[in-house]
């Protein structure tokens, strides 16, 4: 008899959403997380609840996004009256934002690409010109114009960790922060060992879940579960407060609750380097300048730089271990848009011991079709 | 714009760094905030009359700041730094109200000084309530000394000598609530003798103070403890406790003092590794004895690097400055050890006093952490209470205390609230301060727009 | 409650709220506020509770005002010109449509 039903390791927006729903089937979890100086990409989001221009190329990868945003709101409720923290999910629809023209064209292909892919499902999205731009949203600098998606939102996503958090110790879960997992053994008797380098057992538990971001690949590794990712930097501007004045997030700017301006997005491949650079932040101060020139006497306050997780095409993987059975591994850098599904729906999935066939397109043996396919 | 050598700080060791550097053949940009020389320790001392009017130790000043307004070292006044880029080619973001840009430069020597070391209590936001040391600056700048009912509390020398400051300039305190011990513990009595040995001169200055504040009239309380201000609007009223009773009393000014901690935002959004002085009770940069940082590029001098006063500040300054003369391969070995003999002789003699004022003057955090109804973050308004709740969901460190309740993430970026957090989560913990960590600094630095940082080159 | 132990040698007019203030030309614009009896600054953006300088060495931002139209200006910085228009800086921030640069 282990001391837990599973483990989870990794206490960020995965691994956090996937301890919140298994304690709250009543299963007896352990979450192992590591210290207050680790990667913790969970620490750097921009907080976009996101459905529109994801997923060419994976269908599935587009409806997972859109069930996501249609929870988004119930799961928001149901953290609240929890835990007593409002995520600050809102859901106006999203604005992706095209500067000039190759921009607007290139954003055109995708999403019609996008509908064509869903077929009869369907693909909601308008296209908006300059001018109605500016009647929607009237800060709006002098763009060539812009995609629209209903179900596009935003959330606070520090807060949506901390209610995870804070909803699953009430649940009854255990956190245990500076526990680093460095080896996941196979017991004799079923379940599974997880030890720290030094040796020490920091758990033990009938079922393992690896959510432990750039850390999952070593781990994975070691219960048969094959997970490749890699780093990608981006950086962020955070701006001082201000009178809310942008209801609509967007792709380059949104507005918070607490009405401080997030500057984005980049993407660098810098290794697991965490720090800003000037080059990157003036970029993005250029970009969102033009995209609202209002932004120009704003005071940045603070800039950061997080690591998302990504695949080699950018898409989640969920797995679950052939020659390991009960070892589980999920990685993906949508963590906040996915944090619905992860709490709601993937603990079923956990607890009943295997991944429903539906979501094979999220198994990583794809890959060895694409590795097979560009070998021809 | 390029130079070989960029100062941020134009006060004493930044000065000497600068002057050392200049002469050894360097290009030297000096970068300071003031519209003058002589960082905060020497500020406004070149206003009409402030030499004579506010004690020796800041009329020597005026000697070293004439010497440096006698070079032709390019000065940038009225000017912030925003960002630190250190490593093989380190650059040096500026800004000023008109423009912010990039400065390539071979090396960077940060003489950032101190500043007053935050000293929460229920009550501490009221408007009224100030530093020691920001009375200090309305004295140089403007002539300005509080009057009506003016408590002083807190320890330190400076709280002594501004009160002093005080009563010369016409104003008299109504009491000076020490939070320290009235005499010199036994436990220090082989430090003092020490100190005593090497400059008794400074120490018989400090009680001249206390003995010329008594003659004054003024009441100095020992042994206080938990600080209260109390009011609607503004400060109205102080509670105090002495010898276990709860005084009261009306105030319309306090003023708070803890002693000083260095300003290590520059070197910490560098990454240059710091260490928890226990002492002292703040972070500190790790530098060794020629002031290099863990980065390459970087050094500091001066109280920036760990708080030693004015006198070592020059001392270090130039010692940095013979150290980075010698890397650029302006000076040689020998001439970079003559350089500086002088200086290492005077600092060590500077630190026996310095081990005695450390431990006289224990900071009030050494002895507990707010209650939970303190504010400590003053700009998210986040209380010592908020802090403690995350600590029981399992934050570890200030980090995820900033992610999970905005602690340190507003405009001050933690400088008012990052040594005390750190101490509340070891407290609740059980664990050194120095496994606890502290907070991760990014640039700005210095606030810039966001038009500022598109317009950069 | 601060006075001046020296003169003003060279006096400048700003403008603080709906008072003339009379200031020496150069001063921290903190100083010059705090002489002249200025007790509040600004309020604080999330309680609206009362705020004063603490630190007047550009630390704290408990200071802030706006300065001649610009929110948010730290007063210990500011240095006094002649004519500024000075007003408390009450909570957040607005952006007017003329703000764009």
């Known amino acids: 008899m282990k001391d837990y039903d599973v483990a989870v390791v990794g206490g960020g927006l995965l691994g956090s959403s996937f301890g919140y729903g298994l304690s709250a089937r009543g299963a007896r979890t352990l979450v192992l997380d590591e210290g207050d100086n680790a990667i913790r990409t969970a620490l750097g989001n921009f907080g976009l609840v996101w459905v529109q221009g994801k997923g060419l190329g994976m ?30 999910f809102h859901r106006p629809g999203g604005f992706n934002l095209c500067l000039d023209d190759d921009e607007l064209a290139t954003n055109l292909e995708l999403l019609s690409s996008l509908r064509r892919e869903a077929g009869d499902g369907g693909y909601d999205y308008e296209v908006i010109d300059a001018a109605e731009l500016k009647r929607l949203i009237p800060i709006v600098g002098d763009l060539a114009g812009g995609t629209y998606c209903p179900h596009d939102g935003h959330c606070n996503p ?33 379940g599974f060992l997880l030890l720290s380098k030094n040796g020490d057992a920091l758990g033990a538990a009938h079922k393992v879940v690896i959510a432990a971001g750039h850390g999952s690949p070593d781990l994975g590794r070691q219960v048969g579960l094959d997970i490749t990712t890699h780093p990608d930097q981006g950086q962020v501007l955070v701006t001082e407060r201000v009178q809310p004045m942008l209801e ?17 997005p980049s993407t660098r491949d810098v290794g697991f380097d965490l720090s800003t650079e000037s080059g990157t932040l003036r970029d993005i101060a250029r970009r969102c300048t033009r995209a609202f020139p209002l932004l120009k006497n704003l005071r940045v306050q603070r800039s950061w730089a997080a690591l998302r997780i990504m695949t080699p095409d950018g898409f989640p993987t969920y797995q679950q271990s052939d020659t390991h059975p009960g070892a589980f591994s999920f990685s993906c850098h949508s963590g906040v848009t996915l944090a619905a599904n992860h709490a709601l729906l993937t603990p079923d999935w956990i607890l009943s011991g295997s991944i429903p066939r539906e979501y094979d397109v999220f198994h990583p043996k794809r890959f060895d079709v694409q590795k097979n396919a560009a070998g021809h | 714009m390029k130079a070989d050598v960029v100062v941020v700080g134009a006060g004493p060791a930044g000065m000497s760094a600068a002057m050392v550097l200049s002469g050894a053949g360097a290009s030297v940009y000096v970068v300071d905030e003031q519209p003058a020389p002589g960082g905060q320790i020497y500020r406004a001392i070149e206003r009409p009359g402030n030499v004579a009017r506010y004690g020796e130790d800041y009329a020597a000043g005026a000697d070293i700041v004439g010497k440096f307004r006698g070079t032709d070292i390019e000065v940038c006044y009225e000017t912030s730094v925003w960002d630190i880029e250190g490593g093989a080619s380190p650059r040096v973001g500026l800004a000023n109200p008109g423009r912010a840009q990039l400065v390539d430069t071979r090396h960077i020597i940060l003489a950032t000084g101190a500043m007053e070391r935050a000293l929460p209590f229920p009550g501490w936001t009221l408007p009224g309530v100030m530093g020691v040391g920001a009375a200090q600056i309305l004295l140089k700048e403007s002539g300005l000394v509080p009057e009506g009912r003016v408590v002083i509390a807190g320890t330190g020398p400076l709280a002594l000598l501004y009160a002093r400051q005080m009563v010369e300039a016409g104003s008299k305190p109504e009491c000076v609530l020490d939070t320290g011990s009235a005499g010199v513990p036994v436990g220090l009595w082989w430090h003092l003798a020490r100190a005593l040995a090497t400059d008794a001169g400074a120490l018989f200055k400090g009680l001249a103070w206390v003995r010329e504040l008594r003659n004054a009239g003024v009441r100095r309380m020992c042994n206080v403890r938990s600080l209260r201000a109390f009011g609607t609007d503004r400060l109205e009223a102080v509670e105090y406790t002495h010898n276990g009773t709860v005084h009261r009393v009306e105030a319309d000014t306090l003023l708070i003092h803890d002693g000083v901690v260095p300003n290590t935002h520059l070197a910490l959004a560098a990454g240059c590794e710091h260490r928890w002085n226990e002492l002292q009770c703040c972070w500190t940069p790790l530098v060794d004895e020629n002031g290099a940082t863990t980065r390459t590029g970087i050094s500091i001098a001066g109280d920036g690097a760990g708080i030693a006063g004015a006198e070592a500040a020059a001392c270090r300054g130039r010692i940095a400055a013979h150290h980075v003369a010698r890397l650029l391969g302006l000076i040689d070995e020998r001439q970079c050890r003559l350089g500086y003999a002088a200086d290492c002789r005077r600092l060590s003699r500077i630190r ?19 209650h939970d109804d303190t504010e400590i973050c003053r700009c998210e ?15 570890m460190g200030p980090n995820q205390g900033k992610a999970f309740t905005r602690c340190g993430m507003g405009p001050c970026m933690g400088r008012q609230c990052g040594d005390t957090v750190s101490q509340i989560l070891a407290e609740y913990h059980h664990l050194p301060v120095a ?12 606030p810039i727009t966001v038009g500022q940082l598109a317009d950069l080159e | 409650m601060f006075k001046r132990t020296q003169p003003v040698t060279d006096p400048v007019t700003i403008y603080f709220e709906d008072r003339d203030i009379v200031a020496q030309r150069g ?35 408990e200071c802030l005002l706006e300065i001649d139209g610009e929110s948010n200006r730290q007063a210990c910085r500011a240095r006094v010109q002649d004519g500024m228009r000075v007003r408390k800086q009450q909570g957040v921030r607005a952006l007017e449509e003329n703000d764009e640069g």
Request: with cysteine.
């Open chain 1, 59 to 88: 269908p599935e990868y587009a409806q997972w996004s859109l069930k996501a945003s249609a929870e988004w709101s119930g799961f928001a409720d149901r953290l609240r009256q929890e835990t007593g923290i409002d995520t600050c």
């Open chain 1, 158 to 190: 520090l807060l949506l960790l901390r209610a995870l958090h804070a909803g699953f110790s009430a649940n009854g879960g255990e956190y245990r922060p500076r526990s680093h997992v460095n080896q996941v053994k196979s017991c004799s008797d079923g």
């Open chain 1, 248 to 264: 609509y997030p967007t792709n380059y700017v949104r507005q918070t609750d607490d009405g401080t301006f997030l500057l984005g």
């Open chain 2, 352 to 370: 026996v006093l310095r081990e005695f004022l450390d431990r006289q003057y224990r900071p009030a955090s050494a002895t507990g952490t707010p």
């Open chain 2, 381 to 395: 308004e986040v209380t010592a209470g908020q802090i403690r709740e995350v600590a029981a969901l399992g934050c």
């Open chain 2, 435 to 446: 496994d606890i960590g502290h907070y991760r600094i990014r640039p700005p630095v210095r």
């Open chain 3, 27 to 61: 001063e921290p614009v903190a100083a010059a506020l705090l002489a002249a009896g200025v007790h509040v600054f600004r309020t604080s953006p999330l309680s609206n509770s009362p705020r004063a300088p603490l630190c007047m060495i550009g630390n704290c931002f």
